[in-house]
């Protein structure tokens, strides 16, 4: 998955990165690879904390570019990414926050659209959830299903969510 999201990143990647003269051009890989990983370890972070509701939503797709620069997940990437680019690649603080608001919301986007695009078998979301979890086995259509519909009338998400996370945080 680490390496279709650097594809992805990449394919975006020419305004923000490859042609800003803030970053240097020996930097380019690794700011991509900066990025990609930010999403990765983002999201693999969030489905070990029991956040598999949140997860599970943003990829159920219709979201605007715009909803994913406000979604609390993709901020807490921006945030990361950004600190991370202005201490590894010499940008002001500044520049790297543009460069970075300006990109991850473009691929964010990008990466629901193609996890929801039954042509498109580069992010499949089973396979996404399985290598985020560390658990091949992990039945990811039925929570999926348990979530959309719910099975307990007080708080299906919420406690499927918190369970998923124990055993998402099990290796």
């Given amino acids: 998955m680490l390496d279709q999201l650097v594809k992805l990143v990449e394919q ?10 803030a970053i240097p051009n020996q930097f380019n890989n690794a700011a991509i690879q900066e990025v990609a990983g930010s999403i990765f ?5 969030q489905v070990a904390q029991g956040n598999l509701q949140q997860v599970v939503s943003m990829f ?5 570019q715009h909803a994913f620069a406000n979604n609390p997940m993709v901020r807490e990437m921006i945030s ?4 991370n680019f202005a201490a590894k690649f010499g940008v002001s ?11 991850l919301p473009t691929v964010m986007n990008q990466f629901v659209q193609k996890a929801n ?27 999926v299903g348990q979530l959309a519909g ?5 708080n299906p998400l919420g406690t499927l969510g918190s369970l998923a996370g124990k055993f998402f945080g099990k290796k």
């Fill in 117 to 143: 695009d039954p042509k498109d078998n580069s992010f499949d979301l089973s396979n996404m959830m399985k290598t985020m979890s560390g658990n091949s086995n992990l039945d990811v259509a039925s929570i």
């Fill in 150 to 154: 719910g099975n307990s009338k007080s």
């Fill in 60 to 64: 159920q797709g219709g979201a605007s």
């Fill in 93 to 103: 603080s500044a520049q790297a926050q543009s460069i970075v608001s300006s990109l």
């Fill in 41 to 45: 370890n983002t999201l693999k972070g």
């Fill in 80 to 83: 990361s990414v950004a600190g």
């Fill in 12 to 21: 975006n990647a020419g305004e923000a990165i490859v042609k800003n003269q």
